[in-house]
């Protein structure tokens, strides 16, 4: 009988992917409990009216882009054709539906982790689902004691798709921080500011 296959899922509005993301995401894959992970784009958060925030189309090209070398990562649009705002209840279990063969972890910062008991359904997700917990600095992760809890112990990235925006809109040069091709996309399409 084959196994299940287990595909972490990490969200975010990747506005854009860095290197970070995708580092995180491939430490996660093939040192983490899951087979694979899926990069969830986020749809524009109307929340984040301050944020000069990409069209969905142009962040998840950029995110196709970041995941075409990897056998492991991928983009998944999921959340763009869902209703709006999207939960992620709601995601893990359209996922679940159509791919009833897969088991579905998630997967999120400590940061997040110390109010997941805010989000919807988060009993129902740590029930059906279960998630797993990476570092970020100021949230510690040694205190977590939750049986639906897998802490990894991933690589602490400080880098920012805040301080990559900011930085292409001052002129500096950002192609070693960002995976191949999305500097270049970010700059033929005069993204965040680029002059390029």
């Known amino acids: 009988m084959k196994p299940t296959a287990v595909i972490g899922v990490l969200g975010g509005s990747f506005n854009p992917v860095h290197s970070g993301h995708l580092m995180l995401a491939s430490y996660i ?6 087979d694979s992970v899926a990069l969830m784009l986020s749809p524009c958060n ?12 142009d962040r998840f090209a950029m995110l196709s882009l970041a995941c075409e070398c990897s056998g492991v990562v991928t ?3 999921t959340e763009l054709s869902m209703p709006r705002p999207s939960y992620t209840i709601d995601t893990l279990n359209r996922l679940a539906e159509s791919n009833p063969d897969v088991r579905y972890k998630l997967i999120i ?3 997040n982790w110390a109010i997941f008991n805010r989000w919807r359904a988060s009993e129902e997700i740590l029930d059906r689902f279960g998630v797993i917990v990476y570092p970020r600095r100021g949230y510690p992760v040694d205190n977590i004691d939750e049986q639906r809890v897998e802490v990894i112990d991933a690589p602490m990235i400080d880098l920012s798709s805040t301080f990559i925006r900011e930085s292409i809109a001052r002129g500096k040069d950002m192609n070693y921080f960002l995976p191949p091709g999305v ?4 700059c033929q399409h ?3 500011g680029s002059e390029l």
């Open 46 to 57: 109307p929340l984040k009216r301050d944020v000069e925030m990409e069209s969905d189309s």
């Open 183 to 186: 500097y270049r996309y970010i």
């Open 75 to 77: 983009a998944d649009d």
């Open 29 to 34: 894959a093939q040192f983490g409990p899951v």
């Open 109 to 111: 910062g400590s940061d």
């Open 190 to 192: 005069h993204l965040y």
